[in-house]
């Protein structure tokens, strides 16, 4: 009969109804066979109710026919999808749902149960979810009345899985508020490997520290020679750079080494500590040699280490000053400029060592040095 074909809910839904006609599209399923259906249903004055049944022939021209074969495919489609899907209506309760929604959501009954479609269908979702963490998708469902253009977006963690939870609001021409579309991704793979990046950053970072706290130490704790006022300050653009400079005191004067190793980073930063090390260890082994001399052995060692060890091709610019206290300044290098200012006559001087990087090539850096005074007064650059 009709009314064993039809839902039971088709008598709850239509039968206060007073209008006239309904126009509906039904299955019936009369002998376990699928059959499209036109249904119009109207009450007579009598009460009693006339129902038109119109068999629709399966034929792609067919505009009812066309509507559920589209509705099917988009029902098969929503139910493959990795995403779950929910329809909420106005007072946020469930109408429909796919099956990836109700994984996600796992509700359960107060004892630990699963919750089947059938058991949520109609129920408030919110209600549903015990998590405190879609409290802010309550608030932005009930929001969605007056909002028709509300969409928005949670992170959140809900028994155990990370979900990226989205809602929507339906304003619908006619009716107005339909209600809101609840979506939820798992991100679970992608949280973990945020917080994996997050773990390696802060690692990195603590490494950073560590390295910049040596960098840093290394610099002369005291530029205290006697005869000399001396002023530095170094700021590297990162944690680590390759910067660098050094005042060495020696009986009759300093040795003032400056220079900078290429690119940024720790690699930099290790090279400097090389020529740092050398540096320091040439000067204090051979305080009578010439600067160019000195050069010499420390272009080797960073040669060495730095295109032969470590396989890269870095460089350093660097000059190596050696002030004796009688005012006498021998230079060598190839960093920047020497620039003095004579205080008796106001005049600036500029000179310009000749050299070549350290780092490039093995042939010595700096073939003589440049030589210069300084008197009482004169400021060196």
Not at 44 to 49: A, E, P, V
Request: net charge negative; proline share 4%; hydrophobic share 45%.
């Amino acid at each position: 009969s009709l009314h064993d074909a039809l839902p039971i809910y088709f008598d709850e839904k239509i039968s206060g109804y007073t209008g006239g006609l309904v126009d509906l599209m039904v299955v019936l399923r009369p002998a376990d066979t699928d059959a499209l259906a036109r249904l119009r249903a109207g009450r007579q004055r009598s009460g009693r109710w006339v129902v038109y049944a119109e068999h629709i022939a399966p034929v792609e021209t067919d505009l009812l026919y066309q509507l559920d074969h589209t509705q099917t495919r988009l029902a098969a489609a929503v139910a493959a999808v990795d995403e779950g899907i929910a329809i909420i209506d106005p007072e946020q309760q469930l109408v429909r749902i796919n099956a990836r929604f109700l994984e996600l959501a796992g509700f359960r009954t107060v004892h630990g149960v699963p919750l089947n479609e059938a058991a949520v269908t109609g129920k408030n979702v919110f209600d549903l979810f015990s998590d405190a963490a879609f409290e802010p998708l309550r608030d932005a469902a009930a929001r969605s009345r007056t909002e028709r253009r509300l969409s928005e977006r949670f992170d959140l963690r809900h028994r155990e899985i990370y979900l990226e939870a989205r809602i929507r609001a339906i304003h619908l021409p006619v009716t107005g508020f339909g209600g809101c579309v609840m979506t939820l991704r798992d991100v679970s793979a992608r949280e973990l490997l945020r917080q994996k990046q997050e773990e390696e950053r802060e690692r990195l970072t603590a490494e950073l520290e560590i390295a910049r706290r040596i960098q840093t130490s290394l610099l002369p704790s005291t530029l205290a020679v006697p005869g000399l006022e001396i002023a530095a300050r170094m700021e590297t653009f990162t944690e680590v750079g390759g910067d660098y400079y050094d005042v060495i005191a020696t009986d009759d004067g300093a040795w003032l080494g400056i220079g900078d190793v290429s690119g940024h980073g720790l690699t930099a930063g290790l090279s400097m500590l090389m020529l740092q090390s050398a540096v320091g260890a040439a000067v204090r082994s051979q305080p009578r040699a010439l600067p160019s001399e000195i050069l010499t052995h420390v272009n080797r060692l960073l040669l060495d280490n730095v295109r032969n060890r470590l396989r890269r091709d870095d460089y350093a610019t660097f000059s190596l000053v050696c002030y004796r206290d009688d005012g006498q300044v021998v230079v060598a290098g190839a960093h920047e400029d020497l620039v003095v200012f004579r205080a008796a006559t106001g005049e600036i001087e500029r000179y310009s060592p000749e050299g070549t990087w350290l780092g490039i090539a093995d042939a010595p850096p700096a073939k003589e040095d440049l030589r210069l005074r300084l008197a009482s007064g004169n400021v060196l650059l």
